[in-house]
């Protein structure tokens, strides 16, 4: 039973049609009560870090809603496996289709058919075999028409287009039961046609907004979040470098925009700067993935001015330690070389010494320690980076590298961990980092392979271990609680001194669920929570009421 409950007291960022990110494609019930919105948040991943590890199965990242026409409350909120392309109503039962599907970039057009139900909430796939829907259009209430892309590149040279068209008919469109459909139906090759007009779904959204006086702006992946002295909560996300919140304020104190992400926030020691890493979009260009460089900014956090920009000739991330020393670290990335050298930098920023530490990628190597002594870094072998990790510490300013601990606590399992983010504490049971990561399968994520450890440190043995079924995506800690988010939604409390469980919570915003990325303790008992949608919760725990009534 749990001994806490997770409450959220306000949101920030909060606003209409939050859910569904970047708006793809929009539709109105013809008795206009009701409209239909599918969208796309940002992918858990940047060039530094990947928290998108799901045991199988799961839905998708791709949000999709339905709002009420009269104040655009949202009602039903769903995900889709991959972005919804084209939705049609039904014309006389409560239902729903919605087209889902996507080249995959080297060889499928995949996809799924949907058929959500406006009375349940539920929703059915439909196709036996996934295949990208383009187009759905209801000719009669026992008539689909529907425009599919062929299932594979080898198809096109046959049929000379990549779209082809057919019709189903069938008088249990109510009684829709999964893979119930197999394809093809009598297809017929039609030209290519025009995709989903974003700038339209966007131009949809504003003008319903507009039309009740309610204000929107896209808001996607809080991706860090980090609390003043003061009270202020700082976050850093997509298409924002940093922004400054008071708790009880509508509004953010300031923002400063950027054409890429925000990615990571590290408040140095004097509490009134912070350094924020943003990054832009990956590009394919010229036959490659490319990424441009990093870009760190030193921000006034009273002011939100850019006092200082520190410019990698490539994508880093920045790993720092408590006293203000910090490195910038190359990441690895498609179609261009990567930089094994750490730079070391003192509080003020000056460069110091260069470190090799070997080849660095997203899944393998990413170790962020909030609170650490030391500068924490996972190598690998030298021939296979990826293996055998060790955690390791760059001493400043002259960047003489200690080796620590192996990653692996378990010799006899020989398990390929991938690193994850963490804390460092020092309570009664002495020095420890309490950290998240995963074991490798090639099959994916395994039930149960996600994990929360802590250490003892420096040696790194052993104290105890949390399992879980989905990947964590942040981590704080105090002298009692170890608090970690997982990309299931939801929050879990542990106790610091052994690891058992105060309290698990999915973490929903109005009834439905959001997926947490970062977070951040404010005060005992009081978090921070970024979302994948854009929002930031202040939570705060409370006794559970099943607890107290038990007691009495």
């Not at 049929?159 to 119930?180: E, P, V």
């Not at 025009?194 to 504003?206: F, G, H, N, V, Y």
């Not at 990424?291 to 994508?315: C, F, K, N, R």
Request: charge should be negative; hydrophobic fraction near 40%.
């Amino acid at each position: 039973m749990s001994a806490f409950e997770i409450r959220t007291d306000r949101v920030l960022g909060a606003g209409p049609f939050r859910e569904i990110g970047q708006p793809r494609v929009v539709a109105t019930h013809p008795d206009g009560e009701v409209i239909v919105v599918a969208g796309a948040l940002v992918r858990p991943q940047w060039q530094g870090r990947d928290v998108s590890g799901r045991s199988r199965p799961h839905s998708g990242w791709y949000p999709a809603a339905v709002y009420r026409s009269g104040d655009l409350a949202c009602v039903t909120h769903f995900t889709t496996r991959w972005p919804a392309n084209t939705i049609a109503f039904h014309p006389t039962l409560p239902l729903v289709a919605i087209g889902t599907g996507a080249y995959d970039g080297g060889w499928a057009y995949e996809g799924e058919l949907l058929l959500l139900n406006l009375s349940t909430g539920t929703t059915v796939s439909v196709l036996t075999y996934p295949r990208e829907v383009r187009q759905v259009t209801w000719g009669n209430p026992q008539t689909l028409d529907l425009v599919l892309a062929i299932p594979c590149d080898e198809d096109e040279q046959r049929f000379g287009t990549t779209s082809l068209a057919c019709s189903i008919q069938r008088d249990d469109w109510d009684r829709a039961t999964t893979a119930m459909l197999r394809m093809p139906y009598g297809e017929t090759p039609v030209p290519d046609g025009p995709r989903t007009d974003l700038a339209l779904a966007a131009t949809i959204i504003e003008r319903l907004c507009r039309q009740r006086g309610l204000n929107w702006k896209v808001r996607r992946g809080v991706w860090a979040v980090d609390s003043l002295p003061d009270g202020r909560i700082i976050a850093a996300l997509e298409g924002v470098r940093l922004e400054s919140w008071s708790p009880a304020a509508e509004e953010p104190l300031w923002r400063l925009p950027t054409d890429g992400a925000g990615c990571q926030v590290n408040v140095l020691p004097d509490g009134r700067t912070a350094l924020a890493v943003t990054q832009t979009a990956r590009r394919f260009e010229d036959r490659r993935w490319t990424i441009d460089p990093s870009v760190v900014a030193q921000v006034d956090l009273d002011t939100g001015a850019v006092e200082t920009i520190h410019e990698p000739a490539w994508p880093a991330i920045v790993v720092s330690r408590a006293d203000g020393w910090w490195a910038l670290r190359g990441t690895e990335h498609t179609g261009q070389a990567t930089p094994e050298e750490i730079t070391l930098r003192s509080p003020d920023g000056a460069p110091a010494a260069t470190v090799s530490l070997g080849r660095y990628d997203l899944f393998n190597h990413f170790f962020d320690i909030r609170y650490a002594p030391d500068l924490p870094f996972l190598q690998g072998r030298a021939d296979k980076p990826w293996q055998d990790k060790w955690v390791v510490a760059v001493d400043v300013p002259e960047g003489s590298v200690r080796r620590l601990f192996p990653l692996e606590w378990d010799a006899s399992r020989a398990g390929h961990l991938f690193g994850g983010c963490g804390a460092y504490l020092d309570d009664r049971s002495g020095p420890a980092l309490v950290h998240t990561g995963a074991v490798h399968d090639g099959a994916g994520l395994l039930p149960g392979k996600a994990f929360v450890v802590r250490r003892a440190y420096p040696t790194g043995e052993l104290q105890w271990v949390f399992t879980a079924d989905h990947q964590a995506t942040a981590l704080d800690a105090d002298g009692d609680f170890v608090y970690v988010t997982f990309n299931s939604g939801e929050l879990v409390l542990l106790r610091a001194e052994d690891g058992a469980v105060q309290a698990r919570q999915e973490l929903r915003v109005n009834g439905h669920r959001v997926v947490p990325l970062s977070l951040v303790r404010l005060s005992p008992g009081r978090l921070a929570i970024g979302t994948l949608d854009g929002r930031v919760l202040v939570c705060s725990l409370a006794a559970s009421p099943d607890l107290a009534s038990d007691q009495e």
